[in-house]
């Protein structure tokens, strides 16, 4: 299946520019012969592709956007199959990624501030019929010369109300930009949305991911445990409020919908603004019918804690009589991709973990003792945890493993990398933080392209989307080009850290011949 100029595709697009082509995907600007009029293509090659569930992935963005009709929201023309071959095909539009608008720091504030509106018409739109993107990011979000947006890219969305096509125990979505619940792989509302356009409004505008890290382990700690301060530069207050509210951990004090935004945003009627918005807007009533709820509300609040503590109490004395049984795991962090490259998918067969960790007993250690410590286990890419030699649990975690008091040997294990071990002095009643990148990572900057292999397997060809997880250690490196030939490197890395590869093939081929 060719991508050059004058090929004529599925009959009827003819293609003028290959935009992106890569993992049995090609996106391609065409000619709609029959229409006469330019479109976005974009076709799928289940012969080629890496991982079956890109084909899943490729036929729900096709079904979801055919269920939308905005202008904010990309416009999907039509979608079929041919061979081993299935296509999309958007309308085109004349665009730029608000990433690369962003970086040409070219909008003034109330330009901003209207993109930002924008994009929570969209989003309102897509929740309405309750579809959530899962992919919220500046690369997914485009921009026409006149700064009209159009969200894209809807091959991670889910349809609440249907199965997902991710596994239970996966991560989908881009690291800097997904929601804490996204990363623990809950359930997801609307809100994990609201999350991350939250990161794309404060990125709009100070230019700055507030969480991006050294690395993805280090980024995904940052959403997990930073307190994020909107910056004063942000002179317009109520984006300063709604990017507040939309960054909030908590999805109780988080705002409830892009509507909502839109309303602190003054751009719509919404009555029903959450409590902590509305607290900033005006001071606070009293009566003597409030001070009356908040004892009522005291009392109760008093009575379901002693519960919840008489219940758990109990719950501790029969928890050594109980036992887990495994089951398996599948982790996975989608692309940052807006044309549709596709993640690294870990598998691990054994051993195994609980089939429903809300149906087992609390992870607890032989011999408990009545004031356990606390200990909460970060791991990236993931990991099976133990203790003692005794199997407890699967990252990423519901809430931290009691682990009685004194020194004990934690142990991370994951199939494709080195075990982590850490040996830890726990005391009563306090908490611990174990935070462990068990990969490394491997960046690639090289002109005009080349196909990139590490020990003799094939990684995928550049630019990627996001960085390859490798184990740490030594490797070969091999970078190769049809025009240019081939180059190898050895390389060492340690883990959680990068190892940075340039290569300009124009410039090694001119010093090759000058020598």
């Known amino acids: 299946m060719g991508g050059d100029h004058d090929t004529i595709l599925f009959d009827k697009f003819e293609i003028l520019e290959c935009l992106k082509k890569d ?7 065409a000619n709609h012969i029959y229409l006469g009029k330019r479109i976005l293509l974009k076709t799928l090659d289940r012969e080629h592709i890496p991982d079956p569930a890109m084909l899943s992935r490729f036929q729900r963005e096709a079904k979801t956007l055919a269920q939308l009709n905005h202008p904010n929201i990309i416009n999907v023309l039509d979608f079929g199959t041919q061979d081993q071959f299935f296509y999309i095909s958007f309308e085109y539009f004349k665009s730029r990624t608000l990433r690369q608008v962003i970086q040409s720091g070219e909008l003034t504030e109330a330009q901003k501030r209207d993109v930002l509106v924008q994009l929570f018409h969209g989003l309102d739109y897509a929740h309405e019929r309750q579809i959530i993107h899962r992919d919220i990011k500046p690369e997914n979000v485009l921009l026409d010369e006149n700064n009209r947006l159009k969200i894209a890219d809807f091959g991670l969305a889910h349809v609440r109300g249907e199965e997902s096509f991710t596994q239970q125990a996966s991560i989908v979505g881009t690291p800097c930009y997904m929601s804490p619940e996204q990363i623990r792989g809950e359930d997801l509302t609307v809100q994990s949305d609201l999350f991350s356009a939250g990161v794309v409004a404060y990125e709009l505008f100070s230019g700055i991911n507030p969480f991006l890290g050294a690395d993805v382990g280090a980024t995904l700690n940052n959403i997990l445990s930073r307190t994020i301060t909107v910056a004063e530069n942000i002179r317009n207050p109520d984006v300063r409020a709604v990017i507040d509210g939309l960054l909030q951990k908590n999805v109780n004090e988080r705002l409830r919908s892009a509507r909502q935004a839109l309303h602190v945003l003054g751009d719509v009627d919404e009555p029903a ?13 009293r009566s003597f019918r409030v001070v009356g709820g908040l004892v009522v509300f005291a009392v109760v609040a008093a009575a379901i804690l002693w519960l919840q503590n008489w219940q758990k109490m109990q719950h501790i004395a029969t928890a050594n009589q109980q036992s887990m049984r495994p089951d398996s795991i599948t982790s996975a962090i989608a692309p940052d991709s807006l044309l549709g490259s596709e993640p ?23 011999q ?38 004194g020194d004990h040997d ?5 199939p494709n990398f080195p075990t982590y071990v850490q040996n830890i002095r726990v005391e009563a009643e306090k908490e611990y933080h174990l935070a462990v990148t068990l990969c490394s990572y491997l960046a690639c900057n090289i002109y005009p ?36 030939g081939s180059i190898v490197r050895e390389f060492v890395v340690a883990p959680g850290d990068t190892f940075n590869f340039s290569l300009n093939f124009e410039e090694n081929m001119r010093g090759l011949k000058q020598r």
């Not at 990139?452 to 997880?469: C, H, K, M, R, S």
């Open 449 to 484: 392209w080349g196909d990139v292999y590490l020990n003799g397997e094939l990684l995928g060809q550049t630019p990627f989307d996001i960085l390859p997880a490798i184990p740490p250690g030594q490797h070969v490196l091999t970078v190769k080009n049809q025009e240019y």
């Open 23 to 29: 993992f049995g995907v090609g996106v391609y600007i």
């Open 344 to 366: 690294i998918r870990l598998e691990q067969k054994e051993p195994i973990v609980a089939e429903s960790t809300r149906e087992q007993p609390e992870r607890l250690m032989p």
């Open 368 to 405: 408990l003792e009545k004031s356990p410590g606390r200990l909460f286990v970060e791991c990236q890419p993931w990991a099976h945890i133990y203790i003692d030699s005794q199997f407890i649990d699967t990252t990423p975690l519901e809430d931290a493993i009691p682990v009685r008091p």
């Open 273 to 285: 603004a959450p409590r902590r918005m509305r607290a900033r807007a005006e001071k606070p009533r």
């Open 410 to 414: 934690v142990q991370l294990k994951h």
